[in-house]
């Protein structure tokens, strides 16, 4: 039987094959430009990364940042509303948000705003600035002694202000006094470090007195290494009536025990 004429199979993703490499190499292509465009987007200038993406949210938050810098407020307030339309939880847009507000003198929108970007993020140091100082105006010492430690733990350059302010605080209000204690309580990183910087001083020593016996009774008195801290510090200032003071008040050593 003759095979003359017969259409040869055609293969297996003929056609496809043929085309694929073509495919391939536009995706590569795509995504290459993808990434140079996301790379402008983080890197460019902001009026360069808003052209080049002009819907993407960190263009638009970078965007809104530079117009704040440049104190143009109404532009800012846009460009951080647009952003959020776009990216409701972007930490940016909602931290220009909020200083807008507080700028244009809505001190309230400007609090509800940069409470929930400080919740939101523990990095930025301006918001929590902000935050503290806000909270310390009305006295609400729970709240601004939360975002203090936040700052002091970030930030070395804001560990001697935030401790004199927790000094000053503690002496000269009372009611400072309950909130800084039980932020004492839960042993933050910090603790070691404060209760350093107040035996630097008379009025710090007595600082540290007050704590040292409030937290006696808690469930995190000072430890061993902070109280050897206290005592080597009052030994070095030759504070020997301080050192009397506080093993008195700690028993720690025990007063049955001898002191080498």
Same mark, same amino acid.
């Not at 890197?43 to 263009?59: D, G, K, Y």
């Not at 339309?85 to 948000?97: E, G, H, I, M």
């Not at 605080?169 to 933050?188: C, I, M, S």
């Given at each position: ?8 199979p055609?293969r ?7 085309y694929?490499?073509?495919?391939v190499?536009?995706?590569?292509v795509w995504?290459?430009w993808q ?6 987007v983080?890197?460019?200038?902001a009026e360069?990364?808003?052209r080049?993406?002009? /819907?993407s949210?960190?263009?638009l938050? !970078? @965007?809104? %940042?530079?117009? =704040?810098?440049?104190?143009?407020l ?13 990216d409701?939880f972007?930490f940016?847009?909602l ?10 003198g809505?001190t ?7 409470t929930?970007a400080?919740?939101?993020s523990?990095?930025?140091?301006e918001?929590?600035?902000w935050l ?8 609400d010492y729970?709240?601004a002694?939360a975002?203090?430690g936040?700052l002091?733990?970030?930030r070395v ?7 004199k302010?927790?000094? /000053? ?5 009372? !009611? @400072?006094? %309950?909130?800084? =204690?039980?932020r004492q ?8 470090r404060f ?8 009025r ?5 007195l ?6 006696k009774t808690?469930?995190?008195?000072l ?5 050897e801290q206290?005592y ?7 504070k ?7 093993r ?5 050593p ?7």
């Amino acid at each position: 039987m003759s095979l003359a004429g017969t259409v040869p199979p055609a293969r297996p993703g003929g056609r496809v094959g043929r085309y694929l490499p073509v495919l391939v190499g536009a995706l590569a292509v795509w995504l290459g430009w993808q990434m140079v465009v996301q790379l402008l987007v983080d890197r460019a200038p902001a009026e360069i990364a808003l052209r080049i993406a002009p /819907t993407s949210p960190t263009a638009l938050a !970078r @965007a809104a %940042e530079a117009e =704040l810098a440049a104190g143009r407020l109404d532009n800012a307030a846009s460009l951080a509303s647009s952003g959020l339309q776009s990216d409701p939880f972007n930490f940016q847009s909602l931290k220009v948000a909020g200083l807008t507000r507080d700028k244009a003198g809505d001190t309230a929108g400007a609090d509800a705003l940069l409470t929930l970007a400080g919740n939101w993020s523990l990095r930025d140091s301006e918001v929590h600035a902000w935050l503290v100082n806000q909270r310390l105006k009305r006295a609400d010492y729970a709240s601004a002694f939360a975002h203090a430690g936040t700052l002091v733990r970030r930030r070395v350059e804001y560990t001697d202000p935030i401790f004199k302010l927790f000094e /000053t605080a503690y002496v000269e209000d009372g !009611r @400072a006094r %309950e909130p800084l =204690l039980k932020r004492q309580e839960t042993r933050p990183p910090w603790r070691g470090r404060f209760l350093q910087s107040l035996a630097q001083s008379d009025r710090g020593s007595t600082v540290m007195l007050s704590i040292a016996g409030s937290l006696k009774t808690s469930s995190a008195p000072l430890t061993d290494e902070e109280l050897e801290q206290q005592y080597r510090v009052a030994l070095a200032r030759q504070k020997l009536a301080l050192i009397h003071q506080l093993r008195t008040l700690v028993n720690r050593p025990a007063l049955s025990e001898p002191v080498f």
